[in-house]
């Protein structure tokens, strides 16, 4: 074998080596994105089965933005956010934590919330009239809806940046 064949060798031989370790690194990378993802995604349907099983009426004083309006007193119910196992909140997120449940709320006044029916809000359906009276307005439904809207999304860092998932449900009261 002369010199140059075995220089040749060589290259192809780190060439090939340099492709294994990128595509090594490359699926390992995608298999953490995949976890995440199915952690997330998990959550997410978590949240909105425990949705379903809470008493209708009574969803938006347990999920929605205002503590104060919480079934059983202040701070009692879980609100608008979960916390969720595995996944690290965005560097950017505000509260540090990376689940939230998103209501068609409006601040209406410093520290009071409304569930509108006319908010601008595609990712909810909205505008829709939530309280069958085939009417959108802008009052408040927090106690006469029929139909509630809701998203469930989780932000959080992922290895590659900022990732997300979000779930939209339309929920309505369960007749037995």
Same mark, same amino acid.
């Given at each position: 074998? =002369?010199?140059?064949?075995?220089?040749?060798?060589?290259?192809?031989?780190?060439?090939?080596? #340099?492709? +294994?370790?990128? =595509?090594? &690194?490359?699926? %390992?990378? /995608?298999?953490?994105? &995949?976890?995440?993802?199915?952690? #997330?995604?998990?959550?997410?349907?978590?949240?909105?089965?425990?949705? %379903?099983?809470? !008493? $209708?009426?009574?969803?938006?004083? %347990? +999920?929605?933005?205002?503590?104060?309006?919480?079934?059983?007193?202040?701070?009692?119910? !879980?609100?608008?956010? $979960?916390?969720?196992?595995?996944?690290?909140?965005?560097?950017?997120?505000?509260?540090?934590?990376?689940?939230?449940?998103? *209501? !068609?709320? @409006?601040?209406? /006044? =410093?520290?009071? $919330?409304?569930?509108?029916?006319? *908010?601008?809000?595609?990712?909810?359906?909205? !505008? %829709?009239? @939530?309280?069958?009276?085939?009417?959108?307005?802008?009052?408040?439904? #927090?106690?006469?809806? @029929?139909?509630?809207?809701?998203?469930?999304?989780?932000?959080?860092?992922?290895?590659?940046?900022?990732?997300?998932?979000?779930?939209?449900?339309?929920?309505?009261? +369960?007749?037995?």
């Amino acid at each position: 074998m =002369t010199l140059i064949e075995m220089i040749v060798s060589m290259l192809v031989l780190g060439l090939s080596f #340099a492709i +294994y370790v990128s =595509t090594a &690194v490359a699926v %390992r990378r /995608q298999s953490v994105s &995949v976890q995440d993802l199915s952690i #997330a995604s998990d959550a997410c349907q978590r949240v909105v089965e425990t949705l %379903r099983s809470e !008493p $209708f009426d009574e969803l938006v004083r %347990r +999920y929605g933005v205002d503590p104060d309006d919480d079934p059983n007193g202040a701070g009692s119910a !879980p609100g608008a956010t $979960f916390a969720v196992d595995g996944l690290h909140p965005a560097d950017d997120d505000p509260d540090g934590i990376v689940g939230e449940v998103v *209501l !068609p709320e @409006l601040e209406v /006044q =410093t520290g009071v $919330f409304a569930l509108r029916e006319d *908010l601008q809000r595609p990712e909810l359906g909205l !505008p %829709r009239d @939530l309280n069958g009276d085939s009417i959108i307005d802008g009052i408040d439904h #927090a106690a006469d809806y @029929l139909q509630l809207p809701v998203c469930v999304r989780v932000r959080w860092q992922g290895q590659s940046g900022p990732c997300s998932y979000q779930l939209d449900a339309l929920l309505v009261p +369960y007749r037995k």
